[in-house]
């Protein structure tokens, strides 16, 4: 008796649980793009923040000109048109080339003595330093 009880409730709660409308998951198109002033985060991603920095020092026919060549190296296939696989290789190498340049910046600086290994005493000391 316990069993079918418990049965109807558990079918009950999932009925009642169930959502009867769709909810969207997606922003509307219409929706403010929410970002850092400037759009720097954008261009960052984009540019890498190396490439970004220089840009900011470039006048708008500059900059639209020098962008018109990334594009054209994004443009893996050739075709005239960006796809969305196209763009995010695109930031994805980006990515890994400010993660490689910032490692080989951060490993001069805690590699103290230059032997191409970072030991612990110059990890202490490049980390805390003068708090040791």
């Given amino acids: 008796k316990a069993l079918p009880a418990l049965l109807l409730l558990l079918l009950a709660a999932g009925a009642l649980g169930k959502p009867t409308a769709r909810q969207e998951r997606v922003r509307p198109a219409t929706a403010q793009h929410e970002d850092r002033p400037g759009f720097q985060y954008d261009h960052e991603a984009f540019l890498g923040k190396e490439e970004a920095r220089s840009f900011d020092q470039?006048?708008?026919?500059?900059?639209?000109?020098?962008?018109?060549?990334?594009?054209?190296?994004?443009d893996d296939n050739k075709d005239g048109y960006i796809t969305t696989e196209e763009l995010k290789t695109w930031i994805k190498r980006v990515q890994k080339r400010y993660i490689y340049e910032n490692v080989a910046k951060v490993w001069k600086d805690y590699d103290l003595n230059k032997d191409d290994k970072i030991a612990w005493e110059e990890y202490k000391q490049a980390t805390y330093g003068y708090y040791l």
Wanted: no cysteine; glycine share 6%.
């Fill in 58 to 74: 470039l006048s708008p026919e500059e900059s639209r000109e020098r962008l018109g060549k990334i594009v054209d190296r994004i």
